[in-house]
T-cell receptor
């Protein structure tokens, strides 16, 4: 299995809702990432988990709450989002200790719309 | 991450070769040059990477200048499916397990 699976593919939520995005990989990768991508822009890093521990939080608002229950799963919990949070949310994973070689695998993303 | 500079956009015709340039004048001796691409409505995908020597794989070739201050991703015969945003990213040996940081990339359009 060489994929990163993200669910759901599309999500519409109101500003008072609570929802979660899920990401799963079975490649044995020990580093997992969340990115946010607005239209016509490059992906922007949000969070990095290394060996199930949060190692980087790029000053993301607290209405986004990441969780890594085990080495294969990564969640992003959403609460009280704003319309400007509408974007494509990408999950990625990597071996964690592969050095500078390739090996980052991305999911297809969750298209989030906040109404 | 050291900075890279790419043209905003390029155009190609189907079945023709495409040369996508990347400048990285501040590259350090241990930085690898990675290329990823993002097809419409998809996440980025790995294309190729190299350190000093030219590299070939089933997707593309990577030509690295002798002084390593620039590189070129070569698609030998462009297809409509190659229309994507191409990102040139530098990764150091001491950056294992850290995230890819994306620049603006080059949007490649392919016409039939």
């Amino acid at each position: 299995d060489t994929e990163v699976t993200q669910t759901p593919k599309h999500l519409v939520m109101g500003m008072t809702n609570k929802k979660s995005l899920k990401c799963e990989q079975h490649m044995g990768h020990r580093a997992m990432y969340w990115y946010k991508q607005k239209a016509k822009k490059p992906p922007e890093l949000m969070f990095v988990y290394s060996y199930e521990k949060l190692s980087i939080n790029e000053s993301v608002p607290s209405r986004f709450s990441p969780e890594c229950p085990n080495s294969s799963l990564l969640n992003l919990h959403l609460h009280a989002l704003q319309p400007e949070d509408s974007a494509l949310y990408l999950c990625a994973s990597s071996q964690g200790k592969e050095g500078a070689r390739g090996g980052y695998t991305f999911g297809s993303g969750t298209r989030l719309t906040v109404v | 991450d050291a900075k890279t500079t790419q043209p905003n956009s390029m155009e190609s015709n189907e079945e023709e070769p495409v040369h996508l340039p990347c400048n990285h004048s501040t590259i350090s001796g241990t930085d690898y040059i990675h290329w990823y691409r993002q097809l419409p409505s998809q996440g980025p995908e790995y294309v190729i990477h190299g350190l000093t020597s030219n590299v070939n794989n089933r997707m593309a070739s990577l030509a690295i200048a002798e002084d390593r201050k620039s590189s070129t991703l070569i698609l030998h015969r462009a297809t409509l499916r190659d229309a994507a945003v191409y990102y040139c990213i530098l990764r150091g040996l001491n950056q294992a397990g850290t995230a890819l940081i994306f620049g603006k990339g080059t949007t490649l359009s392919v016409s039939s």
